[in-house]
């Protein structure tokens, strides 16, 4: 069974397979032993596979589900062409190719490594290729409508990608982008930021910091991004959606795969450092209660305009 079956799965799917012991595929640990927590959590990166299938276990299981609102929220047209910009395991795109089978559906990412054969295979209609959201290799005119879900934010001149997908999009067309709403509406990474933040001193504080030091992170700035672009008819929204963990082990594999300045700050700390983080992470994740099912919500952030004709 593949890892992306597995988090592809509903929830109570997942859980029977995990207690009838025929998913084999996430380690297991008493978190209260730390010789254990070093042998898997710690030193071993999550899943320990492809980087597809890492971040199908930290994020592509959460940005599917964000990728049915954001599609509800683009209300793109049916068919013609569409571009999902920095697609990673193609979370939007496969949504969008389902939701529109008579349109053709690119997506585009500057690591080849999430473009999967599995991906490929499961739509006709999509398409994928290798290339950099700062210099889209497409003609001009090309789309009739260009996203991008959880990348805008990330890249060093997200303007220079937003005039890109303009660029890219016949008069007339949408173009739409989401971004994680990081430090008002991440549950689960801000668990273990603010634990860190406590307990690390000035490292931890740090690291709250920089991970929330992303521009964008308000629709009216999104909303002056689309409209510095030229774009008109300009809507904000935040989304929501539910992360549903099976245990703090299946949380913990997410948290560490999600964000690299997370995972290189906790592989940095001293054994008691990262201990005592660990273990109030895990109080905070199990609110009083013994470890098990947690839903924690997560928001997003979304824009959408259109190209003037
Ligand atoms: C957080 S992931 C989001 C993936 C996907 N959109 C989703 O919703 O799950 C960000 C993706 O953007 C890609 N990326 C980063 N910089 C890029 C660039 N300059 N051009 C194209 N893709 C880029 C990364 O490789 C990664 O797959």
Redesign the pocket.
Known sequence: MSNAYFVECHLDERLKLVETGTYQGMPTCDINDLGSIKTNLWETPPMNNTIADT?EIA??RW?RR??RSFLDFVAAPSCGALV??????G??TLAAANRYPDARVVG????PD?LTDALREEASNIELKT????SLPFENNSFDTAF????IN??EDPEKAVAEMVRVTKPNGKIAASVWDRAGGLTFIRLFLDAAAILAGVEGEKLREEVFDVPYQDEDDLYDLWSDAGLGDIETATLAVRMDFIDFDDYWQSLMGAHSLIRNFFNRQYADTAYEIQQATRLAYLGGKTDGRRSLVASAMAVRGVVPA
């Open positions: 971040y994020m592509g940005s964000l990728s999902d910009v920095g697609c990673g395991t979370s939007l585009i990412d500057l690591i999430y290339g950099d959201a700062l991008s879900q959880l990348l990330d890249l």
